[in-house]
């Protein structure tokens, strides 16, 4: 019983609306079938088809046509013509807060109305019509310049910019205006943090407020000076830098130093200064290295791509074939993706990774489609060069490179189909037993390694001097393991090599007794090579005449040599041992540890010596397949890369940048893939175990464009994907990227969006305050040159941007928050903003610009999991007095005192800065060491350029706020001055409320 009451209120108390409504919407129409087409159904198809329909009926209840509306979900009847009581369609979407729409606002009241009475009046819905998920959300809509609104005459003085004409027009419908313009010395203060994140210092605050009180153009000057500051870019700079992730280390676990992620920090402060139009900056970041070759920036842009997080461990620690491995790298495409969708386009792309978008219209064959535009990229080290003709002759050479290393692939795919099922058989049964070949202990006394080599072809020998000639009966060698960065077992193994054994040191009489550098001997992981030899000789020397392969150059290792004799008693632990040469880097590696009694044993000899035999019959078959001719292609081939490396070898080193590349030295289980794509596919719920469908390269469908898999020729190069999309994102129809761009630079100037959700332009994020304004915002920037200067110029100079902050009563009644915009906001200062300001009226700013970045901590254990100690820091350090956007930024262990005033988090996109405030912020401020420090050089800087206390009071004034100080400020400040010092006076300047706020 009381669940049919409560379930009856709402209802009745909709019955009672509709009856005070009088003449509602719903009255008006003709018949219950206009009724459903002009007030249902726009409803329904707004907020409830997305979810409920045919292809995706949720909770069982699709909304797409009548029967199966009629026909209910999993919860009962949902819809019961003529019944609103029995429906539960509006148990759904009334409540407090009701359950439906999913995520979405609520609906209104005259929503509600319409819906019940349509219910009341018998569900009558038009015989054939289908209610389909239409993509008309405002982000999607073409975009067009709207007309600039026409204000009445009283009010035409307030138009500074057609921005003002926008914002006025929809404040006058709320019956409110501007508030005055702000004092010229708030403007003034307010244009400099603004456009260069600096304060004015007092001859700039003396010079610009006497021109700003001669009208416009003293402003308009001053905005032009501003604009062209080299400092104008490192202020802009952060606030791109904190959308695309932009840290100097890896974050996760290890957290390792990017020591030249710099360059694309420097990068982008130098495009922001040079104006580079805003599709050229995109495409830049996404592909310049195929739609700019022979470009510096082309290169230097990529450092987007790379910018955010990357594990570490799961990439170089972990295979690739391993499940971590696999999300690892799967995780790592999802970075690339959703910061490029985050930042350009402002859609949460990355909501498809398990299941189809819940709000948004892109699904999971969407989202792997962009996965697989990113398929062959990895983040590495990248050279550049200072010299484009350099950097195009390298970039010739490897182009070469590539096509010779595709010609090889070739080759080797044509003897692998002439191998057939034999020669896959014993590939995968040598991976199986591999896996068996692991040893029972390791020691730490590795065995012999020799000098580390650039080629293959160099000779290397070790012998053994057993003291006078005796009997041998048998030789064992046994290779080395060497678990570090998954080097694994049979390190370092001679591919060709002889046995030989003298009476002489100089082996002038020697005797070879095994020969194996007639072909490639297998690599033999753990198991032992052996020789049974009856023969008398005091000397005997392994020489190995073909090089090992290990990071791009070559070695001769072993862990142990044995000398038996007839009883088995290994003849050598008493020997010496001699070498060509030798790394002696004990306790690992050294002469002694080759006759030590100590080398990996496997925990299965009989899996050590089948895998052993397997890979001999291996090497049969592979020695049939490489016919005379093949062999003659193959090398040919490879003296061709020679050939190409030496031209590389001799071109002038480059610089490097930690970008997105495909090239790099290998470095444990993370390897380059050279241009070839990884195969991609469609993640059942976004688990990597359960592949689908391939993806291929394509994008998101825009409205009019549903095609949206790009259109690539079958032997197209990676970067061929990136750049298609760069050109999707750029194009100049495209209704994201415009508008993204506009909202986020109008957010940065009024620490209020028109968009309340910079990075979500979707149905969960927020609806602009301002629409006209917006798209007039995002095609005069793109027809007008994409030109941030311009559309600074368009904003600072407006009305709307120079009015005060002081709070107006009523206004503040009918707006709160300020959407309108009838006054300036008022905001503190960026954590940045706060430390360059210290440094700067302190005196100790060093405004150099460009190169790494310096450390605000103490560097430890860089080796394996580098420590960052900020406690031990010292402030002092000139070093560390440049603008904080060369501050060297940790991911895992971030700046205690930057993070204490709310820094971005590097390890996610920061569109907007949050501000709190909180004891600890006051007390970092009062306390911190680099607080202290500053109060002295300030303290310090007063006394130098000013003579008396009450001189140095009215200058630490001017510096710190912009003005002279009041007649009670100097009483006061005199006073505490006289009494806690001048530095302590210092202190309490930087830590003025007026000083942190921005009017």
Not at 144 to 173: C, G, M, N, Y
Not at 429 to 447: E, K
Not at 676 to 699: D, I, K, M, Q, W
Not at 924 to 934: A, D, G, I, K
Request: aromatic share 10%; hydrophobic share 35%.
């Amino acid at each position: 019983m009381l669940l049919l009451v409560l379930r009856f209120i709402p209802v009745f108390c909709l019955l009672v609306v509709l009856i005070l409504c009088g003449r509602t919407y719903a009255q008006r129409a003709s018949s219950p079938q206009d009724f459903f087409e002009k007030s249902v159904s726009p409803i329904l198809t707004t907020h409830c088809v997305t979810c409920h329909n045919d292809q995706t009926p949720k909770g069982g209840f699709s909304l797409s046509n009548s029967q199966a509306a009629l026909r209910g979900g999993d919860s009962g009847e949902s819809i019961v013509p003529g019944n609103p009581e029995s429906s539960f369609l509006l148990d759904y979407i009334t409540g407090d807060p009701p359950e439906m729409p999913k995520g979405g606002p609520s609906l209104s009241k005259q929503e509600i109305t319409s819906i019940q009475q349509w219910i009341a009046e018998g569900a009558s819905w038009p015989k054939g019509l289908r209610l389909e998920v239409k993509d008309d959300w405002w982000s999607l809509k073409t975009l067009k310049r709207p007309p600039v609104p026409e204000l009445p005459h009283e009010s035409q003085a307030w138009v500074r910019t057609p921005i003002d004409a926008f914002i006025l027009a929809q404040l006058l419908e709320q019956d409110m205006t501007f508030s005055p313009e702000a004092d010229s010395r708030t403007l003034v203060r307010r244009l400099y943090y603004d456009l260069i994140g600096l304060p004015p210092t007092p001859e700039d605050m003396r010079r610009w407020t006497l021109r700003l009180n001669d009208g416009d153009s003293g402003y308009q000057q001053l905005v032009e000076h501003l604009l062209a500051s080299p400092h104008y870019g490192e202020r802009w700079a952060r606030h791109w830098l904190d959308v695309v992730k932009y840290a100097d280390t890896c974050g996760y676990d290890k957290d390792k130093l990017r020591r030249n992620a710099w360059p694309y920090r420097d990068y982008v402060i130098r495009s922001l200064n040079d104006d580079k139009t805003y599709a050229r900056f995109v495409e830049e970041q996404i592909a310049g290295d195929a739609l700019f070759p022979g470009e510096n920036d082309g290169i230097l842009g990529l450092g987007f791509v790379a910018a955010g997080p990357w594990d570490f461990i799961g990439h170089v620690e972990v295979p690739a074939s391993k499940i971590d491995g696999k999300n690892a790298r799967n995780l790592d495409r999802d970075e690339m993706v959703s910061n490029t969708l985050n930042t350009f386009c402002s859609v949460t792309i990355q909501c498809a990774r398990c299941h189809d978008h819940k709000f948004d219209p892109y699904t999971q064959q969407h989202y792997y489609g962009l996965q697989a535009v990113f398929a062959a990229v990895d983040r590495a080290e990248r050279p550049y060069d200072t010299e484009p003709k350099v950097e195009k002759k390298r970039l010739q050479l490897t182009q070469e490179k590539q096509a010779v290393q595709k010609l090889q692939t070739n080759l080797q795919r044509e003897m692998a189909a002439d191998g057939g099922e034999r020669l896959s058989e014993l590939r995968a049964h040598i991976q199986s037993l591999r896996r068996q070949v692991t040893p029972r202990t390791t020691v730490p006394q590795h065995g012999y390694h020799s000098h580390i080599e650039k080629t293959a072809d160099q000779t290397k020998w070790v012998q053994i001097d057993l003291g006078s000639p005796i009997e041998i009966t048998k030789l064992v060698l046994h290779p080395c393991y060497d678990d570090y960065a998954g080097i694994g077992p049979g390190f370092g193994f001679p591919v060709r090599f002889r046995i030989e054994v003298a009476n002489d040191a100089a082996f002038s009489d020697s005797q070879i007794i095994a020969d194996e550098t007639a072909l490639d001997y297998p690599n033999p992981l753990l198991a032992s090579y052996e020789v049974e030899m009856p023969v008398t000789a005091r000397f005997v020397r392994i020489t190995a005449t073909k090089l090992a392969p290990r990071q791009n150059d070559f070695i001769f290792a072993l862990s142990e040599v044995e000398v038996l004799d007839a009883s088995s008693s290994n003849l050598a632990r008493t020997a010496a041992v001699t070498s060509l040469d030798s790394i002696e880097a004990p306790i690992r590696w050294r002469q002694a540890n080759l006759i030590d009694g100590y080398w990996p044993q496997a925990i299965s000899d009989d899996a050590s010596k089948k895998l052993f035999e397997t890979k001999q019959s291996l090497t049969k078959l592979e020695a049939r397949i490489e016919n005379p001719e093949r062999l003659t292609q193959k090398s040919e081939l490879e003296k061709q890369v020679q050939a190409i490396d030496a031209q590389l070898k001799s071109l002038p080193t480059g610089k490097m940048v930690y970008a997105a590349a495909t090239h790099f030295p290998p470095q444990g289980s993370f390897k380059p893939t050279k241009g070839e794509s990884r195969e991609v596919h469609v993640l059942h719920r976004g688990n990597v175990t359960a592949p689908r469908a391939e993806a291929f390269p394509g994008t998101l469908p825009l409205p009019g464009k549903e095609d949206f898999q790009f259109t690539l020729p079958t032997a197209h190069d990676e970067s061929d994907r990136r750049a298609a999309l760069a050109k999707w994102i750029t194009a100049r129809d495209h209704p994201l990227t415009w508008r993204s761009i506009v909202n986020r630079t109008w957010y940065y100037h009024f620490d209020q969006a028109i968009v309340g959700s910079p990075n979500d332009f979707g149905r969960m994020g927020q609806i602009p305050t301002h629409p006209q304004l917006l798209d007039w915002l995002a095609v005069e920037f793109r027809d007008h040159g994409q030109s941030f200067k311009h559309l600074h110029r368009l904003i600072v100079t407006s009305s709307v941007y120079r009015q005060s902050s002081r709070h107006h009563e009523v206004h503040a009644t009918k707006d709160s928050s300020n959407q309108y915009l009838w006054r300036m906001n008022r905001r503190r200062l960026e954590a940045e903003e706060i430390r360059d300001s210290i440094l700067s009226v302190s005196g100790m700013l060093d405004k150099s610009m460009g190169g790494p970045g310096f450390f605000a901590f103490k560097l430890e254990k860089e080796a394996h999991s580098p420590h960052y100690e900020y406690r031990k820091f010292d402030p002092r350090d000139p070093a560390t007095h440049r603008r904080s956007i060369y501050r060297f930024i940790v991911r895992s262990q971030p700046d205690p005192f930057m993070t204490t005033l709310d820094c971005a988090d590097s390890s996610q996109s920061t569109p907007k800065r949050s501000e709190t405030l909180t004891a600890l912020q006051a007390l970092s401020m009062l306390n911190n060491p680099f607080q202290l420090v500053m109060a002295e050089e300030f303290a310090k800087r007063l006394q130098n350029e000013a003579s008396t206390l009450p001189q140095q009071i009215d200058r630490g004034v001017q510096l710190t706020l912009g003005r002279k100080p009041t007649n009670f400020e100097q009483d006061k400040f005199a006073e505490f001055a006289q009494e806690h010092g001048l530095a302590n006076l210092c202190r309490v300047l930087i830590n003025q409320s007026e000083f942190i706020y921005l009017d």
